[in-house]
């Protein structure tokens, strides 16, 4: 079983940076895809962006703002935002896709104020 940590998470003002961080451990493999999707109060879970061995793919509404990353080494997906917004401020995430199951980490959350 793979386990994931989210970390990086806070409160930024409107046009402000922040590294959210996927930490994998337990049965990792660094050929799996990985995602950061996020949850806002009232809303569902959207996906925000995903990396695969060859892709990167994201929302329309981060891209050119979002930029994920692997670190196989160290077994960990960073999520790089900037220009963040109000609209961003959600629970942010992590989400592993192995062969046979996907498995969540428990969430960071992103609070962009005005």
């Known amino acids: 079983q793979v386990q994931l940590e989210e970390s990086g998470g806070g409160l930024v003002q409107a046009g402000g940076s922040l590294r959210l961080s996927c930490a994998a451990s337990?049965?990792?493999?660094?050929?799996?895809?990985m995602g950061w999707f996020r949850q806002a109060p009232g809303k569902e879970r959207d996906f925000v962006a995903a990396?695969?061995?060859?892709?990167?793919y994201y929302q329309h509404s981060v891209k050119g703002r979002f930029t994920i990353s692997r670190d196989n080494a160290e077994n960990t997906v960073h999520l790089e935002m900037t220009n963040l917004k109000p609209e961003d401020t959600a629970v942010y995430y992590c989400?592993?896709?192995?062969?046979?199951?996907?498995?969540w980490g428990q969430g960071t959350l992103v609070t962009v104020s005005t």
């Open positions: 989400r592993a896709n192995l062969p046979t199951y996907r498995t």
């Open positions: 337990g049965h990792t493999d660094s050929t799996y895809a």
């Open positions: 990396i695969t061995t060859t892709n990167t």
